[in-house]
């Protein structure tokens, strides 16, 4: 490939950085575009690529036990910039990995700035690329540039941009009580792809409703920041503490009515109901219907345990109302993370669904080594989906259930967990062939899942492509 034909990276955060990084160093020709500083935004306060503007934690380092810690673990193995960076400037924090954040983007940006491979040019891109862009990387985040999010919603015709983002928390489906909780449809009525029994239905006495209602009024809230303020809710979406504070009976007529269910458990009629529908093609997940929230989430956590058959709930993923900028990747992106529209744009980081710094640069290190294998005319292959890597590309490419045609269904920016992972077939057992229950069951069958992602991970790396070969770091 020469130079006049290079791939154009759009956004230096940690998916474009990390995407850069990647592509250079197979080889390609990379120009890296950033608007900062010519064109600033309401939450960075530097110019310097892969600024960390929330927090300076990348969460969990445990590789084990935790599905974040078992991503950093990957990218590492992957030669990724971002780790490289993350781990040079670490600050204590316990068992987490928390970065210097000035030292950390400087680095970055010093890495990319003297790479011989990569071109940085200080603009801003304010509409779609053009044509002669055969190769295009968008990694542009939550806070696109409105003239290039008004040319992709165009372009795809997808209402996903710019909004009030209302997220349901969303739990692991074997944390559920089943000696509580059942599966059924309203008056046992099969929809679209289901049984009449789609639902996992969480049955509330009057003493229980009228005591988590109460809890959801005086739990603490979260308020909006100031550039979110001017942005509406997307479609009128409601927290379920406004619904609740209208009167005492509106979620008993709304989203926890009790009508057309049977409680296999109890001859007495349920006063409410609470809802959950499965959020992924797995199974594994389920989302609470209608709970989208402004609760904190430690009050959250609190409080939605007080569900009957919830009292042990595992979140991966809890509710909010909040400005995002993301696109509806499972229908519009294909496998290798192309628009489907016009495949010569790929997209990466948090604009396609996905959540956490680690989570947009490890969709930047994938995105960074397909594009490289387009403009090299090499073989590359997709990390297999039991890798922390590859489930979350499977997650957002297709493992989630969107609910109808042309609908943005239920999708919605999500973090790594387990259950993105395909589950482990057979019992769990100890050390001496015993049975697991309760917790231990659950923490052995997270370290099962993370072994055989390190070994799908090595050996994926392993692959003889004729990319250049990713250094398998271990």
């Not at 971002?82 to 928390?98: Q, T």
């Not at 509580?180 to 996992?200: H, L, M, N, T, V």
Request: proline letters at 6%; aromatic letters at 6%; hydrophobic letters at 40%.
């Amino acid at each position: 490939m020469t130079k006049q034909n290079p791939i154009h990276i759009i956004g230096a955060g940690l998916a474009g950085s990390e995407a850069a990084w990647q592509a250079a160093e197979a080889g390609a020709q990379v120009i890296l575009h950033e608007m900062r500083p010519i064109t600033r935004t309401d939450a960075h306060q530097t110019d310097a690529f892969a600024e960390l503007v929330c927090s300076n934690s990348f969460r969990s380092d445990d590789a084990h036990g935790n599905a974040v810690g078992l991503l950093h673990e990957e990218m590492r193995r992957a030669g990724s910039l971002i780790m490289r960076a993350g781990d040079a400037h670490k600050v204590p924090a316990g068992a987490a990995l928390a970065v210097d954040r000035d030292r950390f983007a400087a680095e970055v940006t010093e890495t990319l700035e003297n790479h011989n491979n990569i071109t940085i040019r200080r603009e801003e891109i304010t509409g779609l690329p053009p044509e002669d862009w055969a190769n295009v990387i968008i990694a542009t985040g939550p806070l696109t540039s409105p003239g290039l999010a008004n040319a992709i919603h165009e372009l795809t015709g997808e209402d996903a941009l710019a909004f009030f983002d209302a997220i349901a928390p969303i739990l692991m489906k074997d944390s559920i009580d089943f000696d509580i909780a059942w599966f059924q449809s309203r008056y046992d009525k099969a929809g679209p792809g289901g049984d009449g029994a789609d639902y996992i239905n969480c049955p509330m006495s009057e003493q229980e409703y009228n005591a988590f209602i109460d809890a959801l009024i005086d739990g603490e809230k979260t308020e909006f920041k100031e550039w979110e303020k001017s942005t509406p809710y997307f479609e009128g979406c409601l927290p379920i503490e406004v619904m609740a504070a209208r009167g005492r009976e509106t979620l008993r007529f709304g989203p926890m009515k009790p009508v057309g269910l049977t409680n296999p458990h109890a001859d007495k009629k349920p006063h409410a109901v609470v809802q959950l529908r499965q959020d992924n093609a797995l199974g594994t997940l389920y989302n609470m219907v209608g709970f989208q929230t402004k609760l904190k989430y430690g009050a959250q956590k609190d409080v939605f345990r007080m569900i009957p058959g919830l009292q042990e709930a595992e979140f991966v993923r809890l509710g909010g109302i909040h400005r995002n900028t993301f696109i509806n990747s499972p229908k519009l992106l294909d496998a290798r993370l192309r628009l489907k529209a016009r495949p010569a744009l790929r997209f990466a980081g948090q604009i396609t669904g996905v959540e956490g710094y680690v989570e947009s640069a490890a969709l930047g290190l994938v995105t960074g080594r397909l594009a490289a294998s387009d403009a090299l005319c090499a073989d590359f292959s997709l990390p297999p989906a039991t890798t922390a890597l590859g489930a979350l590309i499977a997650h957002i490419t297709g493992g989630h259930i969107s609910e109808g045609a042309g609908s943005k269904g239920t999708f919605q920016p999500m973090n790594v967990n387990f259950g993105l992972f395909p589950t482990i077939d057979g019992p769990i057992r100890g050390p001496n062939g015993e049975r697991l229950r309760g917790k231990e069951k659950g923490r052995a069958k997270k370290r099962a899942i993370a072994e055989r992602a390190l070994r799908e991970t090595n050996a994926w790396l392993s692959q003889k492509n004729t990319l250049p070969e990713i250094p398998v770091t271990e």
